[in-house]
């Protein structure tokens, strides 16, 4: 009688599970969206200012490397974090009236999915905005 009650116990301890991988859920079809520009686009930067890109899903650091363009030329370094890229200057912005940065459509998660259309930012350095 004792070895039947240790038998079912093991029975419901090690029957009841489900054996097998998980499924995974749906696949990624869609690449990396802009879900947060900060400071926004078409507003005032300051010198030392920092932009920072936050996506809805991981990107790829390799796709980084030559998808990202600064007008007028400016030494600027980038970092990614996660779902962030984070861009900064090396010492200061150019002190000229319209900032322009290009992120290449080029940009894709770790499934390789790219982004549906390039993104341009606009800042501006002085107080009043040009038309």
């Known amino acids: 009688m004792k070895y039947y009650l ?3 116990l093991l029975y419901l301890f ?7 991988y998980p499924t995974g859920g749906p696949i990624d079809n869609t690449g990396p969206a802009v879900i947060k520009i900060y400071p926004d686009n078409q507003s005032r930067l300051l010198p030392e200012d920092k932009i920072i890109i936050s996506f809805d899903e991981l990107i790829n650091p390799i796709t980084i490397v030559n998808a990202i363009q600064i007008f007028p030329e400016n030494n600027f370094s980038y970092k990614i974090s996660g779902k962030k890229i984070i861009i900064s200057p090396e010492n200061k912005w150019i002190n000229s009236n319209i900032l322009k940065i290009k992120l290449s459509r080029y940009i894709s998660d770790y499934q390789n999915n790219f982004m549906s259309s390039p993104i341009e930012l606009f800042y501006f350095n002085s107080f009043s905005k040009p038309n």
């Open 14 to 20: 090690f029957g009841c599970a489900s054996q097998g």
């Open 6 to 8: 240790y038998i079912c």
